[in-house]
């Protein structure tokens, strides 16, 4: 069985809401293989965020979509739920976003359509399995150095059925919500489509700051909508 012995630990590459996302490498006779391990801490959560932890990792390996990241396996181990994916080399939307910002830079138009294209065909196969990730923001979407974008971190996702096709517990976070979200109504993989508008929005605004701004009136910029309630 597989377990972290498997892998070599190196840098931390992110910091979720319930664990750390480490950079690993896998051997395999002479092959070397840089992955990533999410490691998400199963005591500190309530059952249904527990639920959703293990969802994330059963979907990331199913779903086979050269846009949203590959899961390879998982495991428990010392209480971790430990998510084995395909390693994006380009850090995330949001950061290279931030990054052009701060050297007064916009992104050219070809790589906004690019991305846009890319991020739509990942989310139609989502849709199309009918899921809605429910967490769709610049800060989920990795990039890869060859110029490809992959929709991560389906931490909160929903899988629908025919007996329940609208989800109703308000779950994402605050800049990127629906106006239905917003209101408390019923929603379905249409709410994922309107933040998607978003990151193409935060794409094409020159500074991202002002529209930040705006919404900060109303929200915490931190709050992540808790999913505690959700059936
Ligand atoms: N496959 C990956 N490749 C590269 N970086 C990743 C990958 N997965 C996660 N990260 C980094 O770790 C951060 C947190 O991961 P994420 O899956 O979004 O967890 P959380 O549910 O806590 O938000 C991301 O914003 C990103 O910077
Ligand atoms: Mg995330």
């Keep these: 069985m597989t377990?972290?012995?498997d892998y070599e630990f190196l840098e931390e590459i992110g910091h979720g809401t319930y664990g750390v996302v480490h950079k690993v490498r896998r051997r395999h006779g002479d092959n070397v293989q840089l992955l990533v391990c999410k490691q998400i801490q199963l005591t500190a959560m309530k059952k249904t965020q527990r639920e959703h932890a293990l969802q994330e990792a059963k979907l990331m390996?199913?779903?086979?979509?050269?846009?949203?990241?590959?899961g390879y396996s998982s495991f428990i181990e010392d209480r971790f739920l430990n998510i084995i994916m395909e390693h994006c080399d380009n850090g995330d939307l949001e950061s290279h976003i931030r990054r052009l910002d701060g050297e007064r830079r916009q992104m050219v138009e070809e790589r906004i359509w690019s991305f846009f294209l890319q991020m739509a065909a990942g989310l139609h196969?989502?849709?199309?399995?009918?899921v809605i990730h429910r967490d769709i923001k610049s800060m989920n979407m990795f990039l890869t150095k060859a110029g490809g974008i992959k929709i991560g971190d389906?931490?909160?996702?929903?899988?629908?059925?025919?007996g329940t096709p609208m989800a109703n517990t308000v779950v994402g976070t605050p800049y990127y919500l629906s106006p239905e979200l917003c209101e408390e109504k019923p929603y379905d993989q249409k709410?994922?489509?309107w933040a998607l508008g978003c990151v193409l929005y935060e794409m094409l605004e020159k500074f991202k700051k002002d529209w930040k701004s705006k919404f900060r009136a109303f929200w915490s910029p931190e709050g992540v909508c808790d999913a505690k309630n959700d059936v």
Aim: charged share 30%; net charge positive.
């Design 191 to 193: 709410s994922d489509v």
């Design 61 to 70: 390996s199913k779903f086979e979509c050269p846009y949203i990241v590959k």
């Design 125 to 130: 196969y989502v849709h199309e399995r009918n």
């Design 154 to 162: 389906l931490g909160v996702a929903k899988v629908l059925s025919r």
């Design 3 to 5: 377990s972290c012995k």
